[in-house]
């Protein structure tokens, strides 16, 4: 599946209304600038005419540098992002305030109309523009993973409604529990049983934490009810031993890994084949790998566009941020689906909400 392209978390300067932002930032910077330097004064007036003039010239060339190279900078990693913008900001304001100083001593210092040295005016212009860029940008990416998450929590909830049990295995498992109501009654009972449990858990709050253990038994309904079908097509290894107690996580968040793992896997090879199911801690984390074999290249395609991993990484980073991941790793042999869930949040996240 194809990582989607990261988003730029600074904003789009180029527009009118970014621009208005940036003057009205400037000129309560200037503001407030005038009122330490000379206060309420007669030389207010001059001084904040001065300093407007001067950081509007700073910031809106800092914002033209900034849109200009948005497209660049949203293909950098955050980090690099970030580090790349603060210090083309500090650069626009040390060239303006270079050019600033020889267009008001174009005969030398002597007859300057600054009353502040060269070294004076470089100097208080980067430690003013070090820090108000610093405020800026942070409150930019806290802005904009803010609205990410929030996004992102809104479309895992509309996910979750829309994919939780797949349309094809329900249809499958009504056909299975249908051929054997004659044949073996108390088996189709039993499958009943576990897609009421199934139907269950996909209808229960998905706001709340649920139970490791739980979670298992959730996923052992689930592979029953494929067995009655597959038969000895599907087998299942359990490395789950040795766990500490008290392990939570979101709830159907192994179910559609396992599903996708038929689905991609078994269904699509003819002798059938092992589905790994291992957990481990390690480290404050929680892993859990769904493993299944690969199928040939001129095996029938499967439908199917992962939506159910977007899903799940949707509601992890809604509910654990940067620490809760889907890793996917595929050789040419095998398919892995490792989720990773911090132990902290998972055992005591419920206790804070």
């Known amino acids: 599946m194809k990582t989607p392209a990261r988003v730029s978390f600074l904003p789009d300067l180029c527009g009118v209304r970014a621009q208005f932002t940036v003057v009205m930032v400037g000129e309560l910077l200037a503001f407030i600038l005038t009122v330490v330097r000379a206060g309420f004064g007669e030389a ?6 001065l300093l407007s003039l001067y950081i509007q010239w700073i910031g809106l060339s800092a914002a033209g540098a900034l849109c200009a190279l948005r497209g660049w900078l949203g293909r950098q990693s955050e ?13 626009v304001a040390l060239l303006i305030a270079e050019a ?8 030398g210092a002597n007859l300057s109309l600054l009353l502040i040295g060269h070294g004076a005016l470089l100097a208080r212009t980067l430690a003013v523009t070090a820090i ?23 479309s895992a909830q509309l996910q979750a409604l829309q994919a939780r049990i797949r349309p094809h295995f329900l249809f499958n498992c009504m056909n299975t529990i249908a051929s054997l109501t004659r044949s073996d009654p108390a088996t189709a009972e039993r499958a009943i049983e576990d897609l009421s449990d199934l139907l269950r858990a996909s209808l229960s709050n998905h706001q709340q934490l649920v139970p490791l253990p739980d979670e298992f038994d959730l996923v052992k309904r689930y592979l029953a009810i494929e067995t009655l079908r597959l038969g000895p097509r599907l087998k299942v290894l359990w490395a789950t031993d040795g766990l500490p107690a008290g392990l939570q996580l979101p709830p159907l968040s192994l179910q559609p890994l396992v599903e996708n793992a038929i689905h991609h896997g078994i269904e699509r090879l003819a002798q059938g084949g092992v589905i790994g199911i291992e957990a481990t801690v390690a480290e404050g984390l929680l892993r ?10 001129d095996s029938p395609p499967v439908s199917g566009n992962h939506v159910a991993q977007e899903n799940l990484r949707q509601r992890l980073a809604a509910r654990y941020g940067a620490a809760g991941r889907l890793h996917i790793a595929q050789t040419a042999q095998e398919y892995r689906a490792t989720l990773i869930i911090p132990i902290e949040s998972s055992t005591h996240a419920d206790r804070h909400r």
């Open 132 to 154: 108000v860029t610093a405020v800026v940008l942070r409150y930019f990416y806290v802005q904009h993973h803010w609205q990410e998450r929030t996004a992102a929590a809104a």
């Open 100 to 107: 600033a100083w020889w267009l008001c001593t174009p005969f």
């Open 44 to 49: 207010a007036l001059t001084e904040l005419a």
């Open 288 to 297: 859990i790998t769904i493993s299944n074999p690969v199928a040939d290249a």
């Open 79 to 91: 980090t690099t992002e970030a580090l790349a913008a603060y210090a083309l900001v500090i650069a």
